[in-house]
């Protein structure tokens, strides 16, 4: 069936289809007819609000044509288990200057999804001033995907996130399959801080074919253990990031891994900050089969002196110890812009160790000559 076909159909389901109010059925052999098996389909302006509001009682959630109120979160944060999210055709937030999130999805055993040519459209492009986080008008993070457990998340479609486009934060088991954030607009019309994703606090999150178009991090793990991000493309942004890490509640990054990923068109292709000064530690990080192309800033980047900016921090400091870090076969010839640098260490006298780099080939840029502390022979 067309796509706007099937939304007419649905649209004329009316809100929620509530089965009959029958009792459980007597035949114990047939246990899972006992289940709950409700599917509910909300639309329009009234749809975010109905969802919520009857979010415990379906089974399966069919946000189509969803209108959301300014101001307002769409939020599932209080589902049964097993429940499964889908969004059909365009979804949509009005505008209003306020921090959001703009969807919030917790739970346990949730299944999201996509439908075919469904798209989230927050239209990020009414707040965008080109001053992002940092100032100008108040702008709302998009996608809060907090507090997910054994979850699921696959083929959504986002398009011109105001700021931040997902938050990953308190998960354990989260797979992400095939998701576009697709901010490129603001290249032009004054998107910043749009990162992709933004992970903290979480186990066992995997990110496959996740493709990024943006102004910030494609990627940035700021605290967090078994976390992959793999088959995946970023344009536009700041690379493939770790932290920055230091000053929060949770400063520690332990196995993380890139793998088999494309940055092109970004200021950075792979970057690890630590904070000056601050503790934690950040080990076993791997970033493997990454391409690099058309690299403005830095090829590559760790640095332990972070302090808000990229390579004006002070001294480097040991108090998060960067170790057991492995590059293998960055292919980066000729990535490097000539204003950039193809790589540059900046490790504190004892905070870099256990590195293992093979065939990591960067170049194109200046090679950088203030290289500190980089440990087993690795050289800018
Ligand atoms: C290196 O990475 C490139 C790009 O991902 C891939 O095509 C190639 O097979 C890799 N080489 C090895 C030796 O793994």
């Keep these: 069936m067309p796509r706007l076909a099937a939304s007419v159909a649905l649209a004329a389901l009316a809100a929620c289809v509530v089965a009959s109010p029958v009792a459980e059925p ?8 006992a ?3 409700t599917s509910c389909t909300f639309s329009g302006s009234s749809g975010a609000a109905s969802a919520s509001a009857s979010q415990k009682s379906c089974s399966t959630i069919i946000l189509s044509d969803i209108a959301v109120p300014s101001g307002t979160t769409l939020e599932l944060t209080d589902m ?4 499964t999210i889908i969004f059909e055709g365009e979804t949509t937030w009005g505008y209003e200057e306020w921090d959001g999130p703009l969807l919030e999805i917790s739970g346990t055993s949730i299944t999201i999804e996509g439908a075919t040519d469904a798209y989230l459209n927050p239209d990020g492009s009414r707040w965008w001033d080109g001053e992002g986080s940092d100032g100008g008008v108040t702008k709302p993070k998009f996608f809060y995907a907090h507090d997910l457990t054994d979850s699921t998340i696959t083929n959504l479609y986002i398009y011109n996130t105001p700021v931040q486009a997902v938050s990953i934060d308190n998960c354990d088991g989260l797979t992400i399959t095939d998701m576009t954030i697709n901010s490129e607009a603001g290249d032009s019309e004054g ?3 749009t990162d992709g994703f933004d992970i903290g606090s979480s186990t066992n999150v995997v990110i496959t074919g996740a493709e990024v178009y943006n102004q910030d991090d494609c990627v940035a793990v700021n605290s967090g253990t078994d976390i992959t991000f793999e088959n995946g493309v970023c344009s536009g942004g700041h690379g493939l990031s770790i932290g920055s890490v230091g000053g929060r509640d949770d400063n520690t990054v332990d196995t993380v891994t890139f793998y088999n990923n494309e940055v092109k068109s970004s200021v950075n292709g792979i970057r690890i900050k630590a904070i000056e000064g601050d503790t934690g530690s950040i080990t076993g990080v791997t970033y493997q089969e990454i391409t690099l192309e058309d690299i403005s800033g830095y090829g590559i980047l760790i640095e332990q002196n972070y302090d808000g900016g990229d390579l004006d921090g002070g001294t480097p400091t040991s108090g998060i110890p960067i170790t057991d870090l492995t590059l293998d076969n960055i292919s980066g010839v000729d990535a490097v812009e000539s204003g950039g640098y193809n790589i540059v260490i900046v490790c504190g006298s004892s905070g870099c160790s ?16 203030d290289c500190e502390n980089a440990p087993d022979d690795i050289s800018c």
């Design 191 to 193: 998107g910043a801080n």
């Design 26 to 33: 007597a035949i114990t052999e047939a246990p899972k007819l």
């Design 80 to 83: 049964e288990e097993d429940t």
């Design 354 to 369: 256990d590195w293992t780099w093979t065939d990591v080939d960067v170049t194109g840029g200046s090679t950088y000559s």
């Design 35 to 37: 289940k709950r098996a």
